[in-house]
């Protein structure tokens, strides 16, 4: 992200998904300035009891969120009425667990298939968070594209990519990155997304164009 200076295109986008504390504020000619929703995980609804970490850059006194916040993984919902009662004006929601099932039931069935061609290798079976967000976005957005859906693997770091923009940050276990870019790719390629990763980001500001997701899309097991 920090390669490209995508923020302008990215704001151009009707809705905006953001994932957990990634900032915006000092970053806007990278990743844009707008949020739609911001979905969080188990550790950033940890950082959210602790302290406010989505201030508004306008007002950083105020308490109220920027956009609606979604809790997105099963583990976090416990959260939940603690935000609630914490931040009891903000507009907080739960994920449908139907969809955080069959998510992670589509990931497997993913491994499964890249393990019978030989493209993958052992790794976490817990669908990743960024792919929940990617089929949320899918039920609602007509297109979808992504933006620094990145493999965090030897050859990247040498090529100075960073796991998180905006922070040093390691991933827990790269090998589940390395799957998760697998699926992403195959998803591009069946035109069901646009994958604006490091590699195609410039091209994806100069043309950005990305195809309607297709409306056939059943994820039923």
Known sequence: MLRARAGRVIDEHDAIFRFNNAPTRRF?????????????????????????????????????????????????????????????????????????????????????????????????????????????????????????????NTKAREQGVRYHYFDKAEPFDPRSTDVEMNVMRLMAAEGIVKLCDAGAAETCVQEYDPKPAPASLNYEP
């Open 28 to 152: 806007e000619e990278h990743v844009g300035a707008r949020v739609t929703y911001q979905l969080v995980n188990r550790a950033a609804a940890d950082a959210l009891l602790e302290k406010q970490v989505f201030p508004d850059p306008k007002n950083p006194h105020a308490r109220k969120f920027r956009a609606p916040v979604l809790m997105w993984r099963a583990e976090s919902f416990a959260y939940f009425p603690l935000l609630a009662k914490k931040y009891p004006d903000d507009q907080l929601a739960l994920l449908s667990p139907e969809l955080l099932v069959k998510s992670i039931y589509n990931y497997k069935v993913a491994m499964k298939r890249m393990d019978a061609a030989n493209i993958t290798e052992d790794a976490a079976q817990v669908a990743p968070e960024g792919l929940v967000g990617v089929m949320l976005a899918l039920q609602v957005c007509e297109r979808v594209a992504l933006w620094g859906f990145d493999s965090f």
